[in-house]
């Protein structure tokens, strides 16, 4: 009887989700729909309970289990939600008639579709010249799932349901890693960022490589917390599956993932010798699998350069951060002007700057040209961005000045600035490949800044309230500026509205190293003097 109680709400779940989305969704045919709905929730669930058992225990903080709870609800309702509401209120376009937030996704989802319906091997998802999905691994995916349970009827939720299921388990994965490598603290925390951290949410309630390929960070960055306490088989098997999922969508992705683990490890000199010339060779051979498949795929879609994979990697670089930059300069008046009074060395560092912003808060919260449901989702967005910036920001600081861990959090913070400002360059001011490229990282950005939070409460550390001042002060002088543009309110000047939250950055900045100035002074003047 407490065996099958443990395993009622396995069981419940998909049947209820199941239930209200063959309801829900248009298409018809609710019993075929059902039964299509429920072997992908079974899946999802079974894929959640390995996850469960693999990283929580007895003693995992109830908050963990909320976590994993709202994050699982919260992108059912945005999934299905946007899937039913897009063609009533969005734009006139295929892919929101449709249902579809993303472009790609649609484009990846209809050919799946076309392919899942015909004769075609699906297979065929590697092998041929391919536009809406140039690796195939999740186009392999949603055709098999459209070939054998869809019942002759295009089902988008059925890949949107297996993609909530799966980029849950980040939120286990993300749990595991935080709290064996930085407390159980900074692990509850940093589950809850994963779990609600809205670009995270948006693309794991999508038919998007990046719900499958963030799961796979954390699965390897878990993998390696076990790897630092000595449990070297499961550590292990952690860390090939989660590049292993990577790989299957991502070759690129792949490949980041296994040097990213290997340089920690060697970076954190956790192994004995032996094991090291074993983990070389093993993140040597991931590396180059990644590569390899990588190069396979581009010569798939054509346009390769003579120069091999370096030239390919240059070319994606310069090629893309040119058009972006094109694209920023003609879609922005005021970024026209600033361009104009700059020189021309100026205009990419600046753009890199003005991405890190995006999604710009002070704009979607003025802008009211557009469809209220995409004002909201712009909103959204921003506000889960411009949150955790200021917690990056100091987590980034302070993870070089720390006591304990100082490698393991110096390398974390290397790492989600050097790719916040490497999809800035790439994407500019792009309002959805920039957050989308920082948003795949959201695993080791959840870990540092909860890592912040909890060392800035630990230490009493006046540096992140600082941080948070640092942010909002220029917010508001920007708010004021874009409320003044969209409503014909008064404003300041745009050069003078930058010329302020210049100097108020700079006198939050200037104030806080005064002030622990004199407080270092006073310690020193009375320490140690008990008559003081």
């Not at 609600?196 to 390696?224: D, K, N």
């Not at 950055?505 to 003097?529: E, I, K, N, P, Q």
Request: glycine letters at 10%.
């Amino acid at each position: 009887m407490n065996r099958l109680r443990s395993w009622l709400p396995w069981l419940a779940g998909p049947v209820s989700v199941s239930l209200v989305v063959a309801a829900l969704a248009p298409g018809g045919a609710f019993w075929p729909a059902f039964g299509g709905y429920l072997m992908i929730c079974l899946i999802g669930a079974g894929l959640l309970w390995a996850g469960w058992r693999a990283t929580l225990d007895e003693r995992t903080p109830r908050m963990v289990v909320f976590a994993v709870l709202a994050g699982l609800i919260v992108r059912l309702f945005v999934g299905v939600g946007l899937q039913l509401a897009l063609p009533e209120l969005g734009y006139d376009t295929s892919p929101q008639n449709a249902g579809y937030v993303y472009y790609d996704a649609y484009a990846r989802d209809t050919d799946a579709w076309a392919r899942g319906r015909s004769d075609q091997a699906l297979t065929s998802a590697f092998l041929d010249r391919k536009v809406s999905d140039q690796y195939g691994g999740l186009l392999f995916i949603s055709a098999a799932a459209y070939r054998y349970l869809s019942e002759g009827v295009h089902r988008p939720l059925l890949v949107m349901l297996l993609a909530v299921a799966v980029s849950s388990l980040a939120i286990l994965f993300a749990w595991g890693f935080a709290a064996m490598t930085l407390g159980e603290a900074a692990g509850v925390l940093a589950a809850w960022i994963v779990a609600l951290y809205p670009e995270a949410v948006l693309l794991g309630a999508s038919q998007m490589r990046e719900a499958f390929t963030i799961p796979g960070l954390a699965l390897a960055l878990f993998g390696y917390a076990r790897l630092r306490t000595g449990r070297w088989r499961s550590g292990m098997s952690a860390v090939v599956l989660g590049v292993g999922l990577a790989l299957f969508m991502s070759p690129p992705f792949g490949f980041a993932i296994a040097v990213l683990v290997g340089s920690l490890w060697l970076i954190e000199n956790r192994l004995s010798r032996r094991n090291v010339g074993w983990l070389l060779a093993g993140m040597a051979g991931l590396a180059l699998l990644g590569l390899a498949l990588t190069w396979l795929a581009w010569s798939s879609v054509g346009g390769l350069p003579e120069s091999g994979p370096l030239g390919l990697l240059v070319s994606w670089f310069d090629a893309g951060a040119a058009f972006q930059l094109a694209e920023l300069e003609r879609g922005s008046g005021w970024v026209q002007k600033l361009f104009e009074l700059t020189p021309a060395w100026a205009h990419m560092p600046l753009a890199v700057v003005y991405g890190l912003t995006q999604p710009f808060l002070p704009a979607a919260l003025a802008d009211n040209s557009g469809a209220p449901i995409w004002q909201a989702i712009a909103i959204w967005r921003a506000i889960g961005w411009f949150a955790l910036l200021p917690l990056m920001l100091y987590g980034a600081v302070a993870a070089f000045r720390a006591e304990r861990r100082r490698r393991l959090l110096a390398f974390l913070a290397v790492v989600v600035w050097l790719v916040a400002i490497v999809a800035s360059f790439r994407a500019a001011g792009d309002q959805w490949d920039n957050p989308r490229y920082r948003a795949a990282i959201i695993v080791p950005q959840a870990a540092l800044a909860a890592w912040a939070v909890v060392n800035a409460r630990r230490g009493a550390d006046p540096w992140l309230r600082r941080s948070v001042w640092l942010v909002a002060g220029p917010t508001l002088l920007l708010l004021h500026w874009y409320v003044g543009r969209y409503y014909a309110t008064p404003r300041l000047e745009l050069f003078l509205t930058l010329g302020l939250a210049a100097l108020w950055a700079l006198g939050v900045l200037v104030y806080g190293f005064w002030t622990d100035r004199r407080r270092s002074a006073a310690t020193g003047l009375t320490g140690g003097a008990t008559e003081v």
